[in-house]
């Protein structure tokens, strides 16, 4: 899109290089640590990796900035093992001390969050960061509204104001003091600052550009489009706007990259549904036909299954992520399940890790471990301390 150079006031596309390639060509970064790595279309160095203890890049002086108007565009991709505690991981920022606190794009506890002090409201993403993915994050400023936008779908705005100062540095990866929480890690690519906001249709278009997408949505949804009459609802971003569909035929329909929370189903014949990549937290299915379903590479954690047929059942490889996973905790542990009135008479259990397992008021008759009658073990036990 064209339009996209307009009031381009500093852009660092990580060519292998921190150069500024914006309009001015004035503020290229120097690199401190960073290394370059892939980006999100694996062509190796066009992105920083930062290693979250020490690396940055530093951009001094700063792009002036325009007090009226505002917008950042940045891709991320947070460490699989970055600590995302209350506030941490600076994206980009111009913050130094007091009364030169400019903005910070950072995060706190796991949520992406575009810090204005006391210029306004925390405006954050409500959804947690996704390590391990790359992310698209846009804050626009039109003069009097903040707003922060993920993968090109507004997820929230505040009112404020914006105060520049031209004396402090911007900051790449870190907040320029130096709190050792506020170092980024993982790496940050695509970096595009404007002295106006960015349209709905611009922002779109940085988020889609070079063909960003996700290729197997993109065959389903052109599978979806070949039906006879398909309706399109695309990029309708306004942030509290409500879709009620009843007595629809909406089979083979798609949802891709939409805000979508509290959304209810009820009386609905949806068999073949398929969710992927998908912040479910506190979903809850009722009276459903959830047989031949499946459920797989999920966080399940605090899940209650509650009277529902379990028969043919197979449960498989459960417990923690391993180490290479996205989701892995080093030093995270197992907490124990906990099963009861449950039928489990003829399962199987098998290659499993049963230690500190604590079997009671159950009928056992017929169980065996490795072949050995559990209730002749037990009948044995008692005969052998009569004794
Ligand atoms: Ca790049
Ligand atoms: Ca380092």
Redesign the pocket.
Known sequence: MDSLRNGLIAEF???GNALDTGNSGNYSGQVYGAVPTA?RFG?PG??YEFDGINDYILVQPAPKLNKEAFSLSV?VRYGRDAKLSWWNNAIISQDGHEGRRVFQLSTYDNRVTWHRFFQSDEVFVQEPVRTGLWEHYVTVFDGSTHKLYRNGILMTEKPGRLEPNEEEPLYIGRKSTDEPYFFFHGAI??IRMYDRPLTDDEIIALYTENGWDNPKFIAAAQRAKSGSDSVEIKHKREPNQKLRVENTNFAYSIFVNCRAEDVKFHDVSMPDLSIECADLRRTRLHNVNFSNGKISDANLSDLEIDGAQLGGAYIHNIGLPPKGHPAFVEGAKQRPLRFENCDLQGSKIENCNLSGVAIERCNVQGTTIDGISVEALLDAYKLSRQV
């Open positions: 596309l990580f060519d980006d062509n066009s992105a891709w690519d695509d």
